[in-house]
T-cell receptor, first 114, second 117 residues
């Protein structure tokens, strides 16, 4: 079984500042992928960033970057220069080819203050 | 093609009634997934298809839940004898490949919000 844990139910950041969302996971597989998804009030899940477990280099997508610590099974998301449109629920998720399913954490609600 | 489409967006039903939801994946996506999301929680995996074959269904919540993908294109999720606890958002997702790196990238629809009265 694989699990994903997000320990921060809510986070708040000032516009233009940087915020980091935490995620830890557990899996017995060696081949897996990690994701951050954003879910705005429209409820549609939007892929933010993806990390292959076999890659040591941390993934980046514009203002979004991750800190992937494989030994610690930690996968945090950093949002730089936060914008009002970043306000949403953020879900960390884990996929492995053995299970062929995406397992989600409980989510972190991000609020952005103007 | 603009993405994964789900119909209806909202469904209100009375307890005991049957409901069916439809999902149209992105064209040529071989894999199709169903998830359930209750308020304030992350999505919970239900089942998935590789083309028309349902490869995992042990996570379906009870025998009242069933899913089909008859021609490997659209899929339906049916809930029989609905209960109030079935009230949730039902999300569909599709992914493009049959195996190997990349097929884990899921594209989600906007979901069907079910309310059971």
């Amino acid at each position: 079984a694989q699990t994903v844990t997000q320990s921060q139910p809510e986070m708040s950041v000032q516009e233009a500042e940087t915020v980091t969302l935490s995620c830890t996971y557990d899996t017995s597989e060696s081949d897996y992928y990690l994701f951050w998804y954003k879910q705005p009030p429209s409820r549609q899940m939007i892929l933010v960033i993806r990390q292959e477990a076999y890659k040591q280099q941390n993934a980046t997508e514009n203002r979004f970057s991750v800190n992937f610590q494989k030994a610690a099974k930690s996968f945090s998301l950093k949002i730089s220069d936060s914008q009002l449109g970043d306000a949403a629920m953020y879900f960390c998720a884990l996929y492995n080819n053995a299970g062929n399913m995406l397992t989600f954490g409980g989510g972190t609600r991000l609020m952005v203050k103007p | 093609d603009t993405g994964v489409s789900q119909d209806p967006r909202h469904k209100i039903t009375k307890r005991g009634q049957n409901v069916t939801f439809r999902c149209d994946p992105i064209s040529e996506h071989n894999r199709l997934y169903w998830y359930r999301q209750t308020l304030g929680q992350g999505p919970e995996f239900l089942t998935y298809f590789q083309n028309e074959a349902q490869l995992e269904k042990s996570r379906l919540l009870s025998d009242r839940f069933s899913a089909e993908r008859p021609k490997g294109s659209f899929s339906t999720l049916e809930i029989q004898r609905t209960e109030q606890g079935d009230s949730a958002m039902y999300l569909c997702a599709s992914s493009p490949q049959t195996g190997g790196a990349g097929d884990e990238k899921l594209f989600f629809g906007s979901g069907t919000q079910l309310s059971v009265l």
